[in-house]
């Protein structure tokens, strides 16, 4: 059967800010990782010391723009969705206030790319992301 990679992260970043003694560390796993079609993918992200913001998830097809997939926030009853990701296809939930999941079902060459979250600190006023 035909295999292909779902890469979650080729990037980490840190964002430091002048005069701010916190850093917001965004996290992901796993790396990489390899899917049959048809199964399901999913990876976790870690928004740090960011307790009071949504998980918002980016697909990035090398050479390509990311794009928006879905935003997800822990008191929600479903994510909102980017131009052209939709349920049952993509999904999220959360394990904790700073940990949450994205889920793709049904995987297929298509759905190969860089995926990473971000999100909103407002200690900073700044985006974070992985």
Known sequence: METFSVCFSLLHVVLL???????????QKPPVMTVRRGETASMDCNLGTVTRSAG???????????????????????????????????????????????????VEE?????????TWDSSVDEWASQ
């Open 110 to 118: 298509g759905d190969s790319a860089v995926y990473y979250c971000a």
């Open 56 to 106: 918002r998830w980016y697909k990035q097809i090398p050479g390509g723009v990311p794009q928006f997939v879905l935003y997800f926030y822990r008191s929600d009853s479903s994510p909102v969705y980017g131009s052209g990701f939709s349920s049952p296809k993509f999904t999220s939930t959360h394990q904790s206030q700073s940990d949450y999941r994205l889920i793709i079902k049904t």
């Open 17 to 27: 800010f002048p005069g701010v003694s916190g850093v917001t560390v965004v996290t």
